[in-house]
């Protein structure tokens, strides 16, 4: 057996997110309706047959990873190299006040290219090789079939987007099941950004 499926799964919701401020390596924990969601993902997930969890360190995403494996009764896996993409300056302020404080780091950061490394921080590409590695070690499992990864947007979509050549435009929100499934040798996304949890 060997690991054929994979959940992605963007934390619940934080200040920051209802803020539109940058987090990256900051510790913010979730807030209420980021508990709230994350017991409705973790009610839904009781019946999906999982393996293993594997989570950012994060406390947001290691929070939402705790309620599901509460109710799972699985333990957390931490893994560094699952965190989200270190924003450096740019951390706490929202994106106009980036623009504002910033101006020529954040046309940089704008421009999308992957090398350039926000001061302080780290640069897409540094997010693209740790996470290819976590993904590497954590799908050669020969002894799992279905294991969870609990993170980021930003981090997995720098992911996705090294692993695809096309994305669904549609936005991670909080809580959101991302799901890849191995086809013979290659993998393939069968669900994007479904939150079939949210009762809303």
Not at 109 to 119: E, H, I, K, L
Request: with cysteine; proline share 5%; charged share 25%.
């Amino acid at each position: 057996m060997s690991v054929r499926r994979v959940l992605f799964i963007r934390h619940g919701q934080t200040d920051f997110n209802r803020e539109r401020r940058l987090q990256g390596a900051m510790p913010v924990p979730l807030n209420e309706c980021g508990r709230s969601q994350s017991r409705s993902l973790a009610e839904y997930l009781n019946a999906v047959p999982i393996d293993a969890i594997y989570s950012s360190p994060r406390s947001r995403a290691l929070e939402t990873a705790q309620i599901i494996g509460e109710i799972l009764g699985q333990t957390v896996r931490q893994d560094e190299r699952l965190a989200e993409i270190a924003f450096g300056d740019f951390e706490g302020h929202t994106f106009a006040e980036v623009e504002a404080r910033f101006p020529v780091a954040f046309r940089k950061w704008q421009s999308g290219f992957r090398p350039y490394r926000v001061p302080g921080g780290e640069s897409r590409l540094d997010a693209q090789r740790r996470m290819q590695a976590a993904w590497d070690d954590i799908t050669s499992k020969s002894e799992l079939e279905t294991v969870a990864l609990v993170g980021h947007s930003s981090a997995m979509m720098i992911l996705l987007a090294s692993m695809f050549a096309q994305l669904p435009d549609k936005p991670m929100k909080n809580t959101s099941i991302t799901t890849l499934e191995r086809f013979e040798d290659i993998w393939q996304i069968s669900a994007f950004a479904e939150v079939p949890h949210d009762v809303k």
